[in-house]
């Protein structure tokens, strides 16, 4: 599907809450042989100028994930707790991170704190693109 040349690695973290309520990061999930196309601004509100940099990924229906499923984010939000670690899934909210990553963490912000806010994107829009021959099938994911 996609030029060898072309194809990173980036790292997803999986955001949702618990039993109780409380958020939980997932252990990251390396996604190897995607398609990453970065982009930069800058956009200017009131007195202040804010990033507007943006990510999108094209991510192989095929790919696989050592010891993990992929699950719809609908479904992966009613799993009980104990379960959420044999999968992974890509929702509105999750953190992007463009370079393989094996380190956990416990909140979000620690997320940006360690790789800057130029390298962690939170995702603002899954497409599952499932129609065509098996090579063309893909996630299309956006994030800012």
């Known amino acids: 599907m996609l030029p060898n040349q072309v194809r990173s690695a980036v790292t997803i973290y999986n955001l949702s809450t618990d039993s109780k309520n409380l958020p939980v990061i997932s252990a990251p999930v390396i996604l190897d042989g995607v ?13 202040a100028v804010q990033s507007d940099d943006k990510v999108l990924l094209i991510i192989p229906l095929s ?9 719809d984010a609908f479904l992966y939000t009613r799993l009980p707790d104990a ?5 992974w899934t890509l929702a509105k909210g999750d953190k992007i991170i463009n370079k393989a990553v094996e380190q956990e963490f416990n909140r ?12 962690v994107y939170t995702i603002s829009e899954v497409v599952t693109n499932n129609f065509g021959s ?5 996630y299309m994911v956006t994030g800012r």
Do not use: C, M, W
């Open 35 to 47: 398609y990453q196309n970065n982009s930069y601004g800058l956009r200017l509100k009131a007195e």
């Open 63 to 71: 790919i696989s994930v050592s010891g993990r499923d992929y699950i």
């Open 83 to 87: 379960e959420r670690s044999n999968y």
């Open 108 to 119: 979000a912000t620690d997320i940006e704190k360690a790789f800057g806010f130029d390298n």
């Open 134 to 138: 098996p090579s063309l099938q893909h």
